[in-house]
């Protein structure tokens, strides 16, 4: 009698079926406290999250009372050291990353846009007294904050920004809009890059209360996606900030790019827990739904489908806890972030769209 090679692993010895989400075992590379915080994550999108998404999709709300749980849940900030941070390592952050995404790609938006820009730009650039009013409060889940740096005319364009911040005495005087800006209208401070009239670098960036006078926050209303999350739009008029209110180390637009790289980089991850979601309900569907007498998962065109998102999913994971690795150990560089993200983000809107098909019409609901 012989012996299938799908039974036997390459040292002869007999071996499992591998996992339909983990096929390449890519656990294996992973450490006890990555494991940990990855499970823990996913315990928590399965029990917090799962059960709630589609009432909160589909009244378009972003659920409040969930801030202090994410706090507890230690992702806020997460990456960062000091501070109350809890000084993770990057791939932990990532792992982070793709289960809550695997939840809903809005709420992990909320943990990216609180840590990787807003509570990140603090931690790079702000003060001493910054980062201790700021940070301990945002790593609880106590104060939130925003990134405003995109603007009506200056999407992909930051250079182009229009947004001016003029000296008036020891103040400074901002007037400007910004647009689609995360969680402004719940944030307690709004990170604002702005224009100045300096010479050299004169992009630099403030720490701009909500509640000071002349800041006003819109929600942008109705959305096709994302509807659990917040997207904004954001006025200045004539807002006047102390001179200590600016990110005294951030100069140019290297200071919002630097941010922008650490959100970028927990996309990587994202993306591809998104993906793997997609995947694994399309897996699920095509076992359960039957036509022509069997399950759909039967007929090789649908398992040629599952097999090519799988393929694409395994890849994007080595791919990003490749790039973890490499932040880890200080030799990323940026263009190796948006490769990772362009691959990544890519592929995952493919392996969407390949779910839907193995759904057919039912995918529409």
Known sequence: MTTSRTEVGQNGRRASAPPGHDFLNIEAHLSEGELAVRDRVRSFVRERIKPNIKDWFDRAVFPREIVPEFA??????????????????????????????????????????QGSLAMSAIHMFGSEEQKEEWLPRMAKGEAIGCFGLTEPSAGSDPAGMKTFAHR?????????????????????????WARTDEEKNPVRGFLVPTDTEGFTAKDITPKLSMRASIQCDVTFEDVRLPGSAMLPEARGLGGPFACLNEARYGIIWGAMG?????????????????????????????????????IEIEKGTLLALHIGRMKDEGTLRPEQI????????????????????????????
């Open 72 to 113: 507890d849940l230690g992702v806020l900030g997460m990456h960062l050291e000091g501070y109350g941070c809890a000084g993770r390592s990057a791939v932990e952050y990532g792992l982070a990353c793709m289960e809550l995404e695997a939840g809903d790609s809005g709420l992990r938006t909320f943990v990216s846009v």
């Open 168 to 192: 008036e005495g020891s103040d400074w005087v901002l007037n400007g809009e910004k647009r689609w800006i995360g969680l402004a209208t719940i944030a307690d401070v709004a990170v604002v």
């Open 274 to 310: 998104a993906a793997r979601d997609c995947y694994e309900s399309a897996l699920a569907y095509a076992g359960e739904r039957e036509q022509f007498g069997k399950p759909i998962g039967s007929f090789q065109l649908v398992q040629q489908k599952l097999v090519n998102m799988l």
């Open 338 to 365: 948006s490769l990772g993200k362009l691959n990544n983000v890519r592929e995952a809107i493919e392996v969407a769209r390949e779910a839907r098909t193995v759904f057919g019409g039912n995918g529409v609901t």
